[in-house]
């Protein structure tokens, strides 16, 4: 997948590929070493979740210490950073904004102290009911979802209480009030806690750590990078609670309805992660299978955008038979930079990320292969690269149905009219990016290349169902296509 804003609102330039998903959490409890750097490789496998900030909250059992800023994982923090945050337990965070803007008072964990009690939070996610909660809350201005959340579960913590459960009582007590999307990782000086909301948007997992503790991630990987063996998921609805006794779990509802983002499967996911038991690159490699299954084409060679798009185009090419070739090179250190382009670099943006192999593309049929397509002009001008590198023909395919509902979840696409197959049909599309064909892989056919479909998952970007009530804008929609 390629993205088409290179410059935000700010005027930073984002060169990151991709849509931008909401955030990546994770949280770890040991019973005698120090978590800071603990947490800091784990954020460091889930940095594509998020490159706006980062943010690590620890307690030594008394304190919480957080500290976050904006940037990357490896640009926030140094080891003066991290050893500052003392204490065997703790929680982090990278994030992507979808509701309120990127800033300092922005970026996570959110901390609260109430009396003695010390609370912060990281979120992944997006609710749906933001206006309604800061209403009820009487909270006026700018705010973002997770600090709502934040304040609603200071305000039902109950200090006085004569055991230690203020924490995750107050969450039972507020949680109910969320709408949307919420994988959480919350603390105080004591216990971390873990928890999704009914329908699993957003992925969450427990993994136990060797030498004794437990680690919670939003994906697998990022339990392979700190060691730690992959327990379960966390299941839609369920918050599990971790101190000095184990491993507690609640419900947060009796009726949950697992719809994990499909998203996930599709792109968001590092291939090396696991969901719903299935690993994330053998599913995508399936898709390219299904795709030249359903759209074969007529090529010479079979060229993946990269990197998203590199297992299924690998699928796509074993199952058609056409050789697979490097035709495009990712810049491997992208990032996202703060200094201002001048106009005629911002027009040659796409160079920046993706700069063509021509040995690779003269004179052939490229069949060139992407997870999606979401807004579409990157995807003509990369079709246009790929021609002026000599191609006779470039055949698109996408290992997705054509993406025509908003997300309201946590993927930064809640503008309709910035989505290219909300305004247009396949062929025009087609003739948009200024292909010779294109084809998608059919809805049916991705929910079967994930080989998990009865899982439950969320297809509302693809198929206009939403599993919850969402905004006035997308109710709009509904009734558009009823
Ligand atoms: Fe994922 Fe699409 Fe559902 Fe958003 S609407 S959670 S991107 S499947």
């Given at each position: 997948?390629?993205?088409?804003?290179?410059?935000?609102?700010?005027?930073?330039v984002?060169?990151?590929?991709?849509?931008?998903?909401?955030?990546g959490?994770?949280?770890?409890?040991?019973?005698?070493?120090?978590?800071?750097?603990l947490?800091?490789?784990?954020?460091?496998?889930?940095q594509?979740?998020?490159?706006e900030?980062?943010?690590?909250?620890?307690?030594?059992?008394e304190?919480?210490?957080?500290?976050?800023?904006?940037?990357?994982v490896?640009?926030?923090?140094?080891?003066?950073?991290?050893?500052?945050l003392?204490g065997?337990?703790g929680?982090g965070?990278?994030?992507?904004?979808?509701t309120?803007s990127?800033?300092?008072a922005?970026?996570?964990?959110?901390h609260?102290?109430?009396?003695?009690?010390?609370?912060?939070?990281?979120?992944?996610?997006?609710?749906?009911?933001?206006?309604?909660?800061?209403?009820?809350?009487?909270?006026?201005?700018?705010?973002?979802?997770?600090?709502l959340m934040?304040?609603?579960?200071?305000?039902?913590?109950?200090?006085?209480?004569?055991?230690d459960?203020?924490?995750?009582?107050?969450?039972?007590?507020?949680?109910?009030?969320?709408?949307?999307?919420?994988?959480?990782?919350?603390?105080?000086?004591?216990?971390?806690?873990?928890?999704?909301?009914?329908?699993g948007?957003?992925?969450?997992?427990?993994?136990?750590?060797?030498?004794?503790?437990?680690?919670?991630?939003?994906?697998?990987?990022?339990?392979?990078?700190?060691?730690?063996?992959?327990?379960?998921?966390?299941?839609?609805g369920?918050?599990?609670?971790?101190?000095?006794?184990?491993?507690?779990?609640y419900q947060l509802t009796?009726?949950?309805?697992?719809g994990?983002?499909?998203?996930?499967?599709?792109?968001?996911?590092?291939?090396?992660?696991?969901?719903?038991?299935?690993?994330?690159?053998?599913?995508r490699?399936?898709?390219g299978?299904a795709?030249?299954?359903?759209?074969?084409?007529?090529?010479?060679?079979?060229?993946?955008?990269?990197?998203s798009?590199l297992?299924?185009?690998?699928?796509?090419?074993?199952a058609?038979?056409?050789?697979?070739?490097?035709?495009?090179?990712?810049?491997?250190?992208?990032?996202?930079?703060?200094i201002?382009p001048?106009?005629?670099?911002?027009?040659?943006?796409?160079r920046?990320?993706?700069?063509?192999?021509?040995?690779n593309?003269?004179?052939?049929r490229?069949?060139?292969?992407?997870?999606?397509?979401?807004?579409?002009?990157?995807?003509?001008?990369?079709?246009?690269?790929?021609?002026?590198?000599?191609a006779?023909?470039?055949?698109?395919?996408?290992?997705?149905?054509?993406?025509?509902?908003?997300?309201?979840?946590?993927?930064?696409?809640?503008?309709?009219?910035?989505?290219?197959?909300?305004?247009?049909?396949?062929?025009?599309?087609?003739?948009?990016?200024?292909a010779?064909?294109?084809?998608?892989?059919?809805?049916?056919?991705?929910?079967?290349?994930?080989?998990?479909?009865?899982?439950?998952?969320?297809?509302?970007?693809?198929?206009?169902?939403?599993?919850?009530?969402?905004?006035?804008?997308?109710?709009?929609?509904?009734l558009?296509?009823?």
């Amino acid at each position: 997948m390629t993205y088409d804003e290179d410059v935000t609102e700010e005027g930073a330039v984002q060169l990151t590929d991709g849509p931008r998903e909401a955030c990546g959490v994770f949280a770890a409890y040991t019973p005698r070493q120090r978590v800071s750097s603990l947490i800091y490789f784990g954020l460091y496998g889930l940095q594509h979740r998020g490159q706006e900030s980062a943010g690590i909250a620890t307690s030594n059992g008394e304190t919480v210490t957080v500290f976050k800023d904006l940037g990357l994982v490896s640009q926030v923090f140094d080891e003066p950073a991290l050893a500052g945050l003392d204490g065997h337990l703790g929680i982090g965070h990278t994030r992507y904004s979808t509701t309120g803007s990127n800033n300092w008072a922005n970026a996570q964990p959110a901390h609260r102290q109430v009396g003695a009690t010390s609370i912060a939070l990281g979120h992944n996610g997006n609710l749906t009911n933001t206006s309604e909660l800061a209403e009820r809350l009487g909270i006026k201005g700018a705010t973002t979802d997770s600090d709502l959340m934040a304040e609603g579960i200071a305000r039902a913590i109950d200090d006085e209480r004569s055991d230690d459960r203020g924490l995750e009582m107050a969450i039972l007590d507020v949680a109910s009030t969320w709408e949307g999307a919420f994988s959480l990782v919350i603390m105080d000086q004591g216990r971390i806690v873990g928890l999704r909301d009914p329908h699993g948007f957003r992925p969450l997992c427990l993994g136990a750590l060797p030498e004794g503790g437990w680690v919670l991630a939003s994906e697998t990987a990022a339990l392979d990078l700190v060691g730690a063996r992959f327990v379960r998921e966390v299941a839609a609805g369920e918050m599990v609670v971790i101190d000095a006794g184990g491993v507690h779990s609640y419900q947060l509802t009796q009726t949950p309805a697992p719809g994990l983002c499909l998203f996930e499967f599709v792109y968001f996911a590092r291939p090396d992660s696991q969901m719903y038991g299935r690993g994330i690159h053998a599913a995508r490699r399936q898709m390219g299978e299904a795709l030249a299954a359903e759209h074969p084409a007529e090529g010479d060679v079979v060229v993946p955008v990269p990197e998203s798009g590199l297992p299924a185009a690998q699928g796509f090419a074993a199952a058609s038979g056409i050789p697979y070739a490097d035709g495009l090179v990712k810049n491997r250190y992208i990032g996202r930079t703060f200094i201002e382009p001048s106009q005629s670099l911002r027009d040659r943006g796409i160079r920046l990320k993706l700069n063509p192999i021509p040995d690779n593309l003269r004179g052939k049929r490229v069949v060139l292969v992407d997870d999606s397509i979401v807004r579409g002009s990157t995807t003509r001008k990369l079709v246009q690269m790929i021609r002026d590198a000599g191609a006779n023909e470039v055949h698109l395919r996408v290992s997705s149905p054509p993406y025509r509902w908003p997300c309201f979840y946590g993927m930064d696409t809640s503008d309709r009219s910035t989505l290219i197959a909300a305004r247009l049909e396949v062929d025009e599309i087609r003739d948009h990016v200024g292909a010779d064909s294109l084809g998608y892989l059919s809805l049916e056919g991705l929910l079967e290349a994930t080989g998990v479909a009865d899982a439950g998952f969320c297809t509302a970007c693809l198929s206009g169902n939403y599993p919850t009530d969402v905004a006035e804008a997308a109710d709009k929609f509904q009734l558009e296509r009823s």
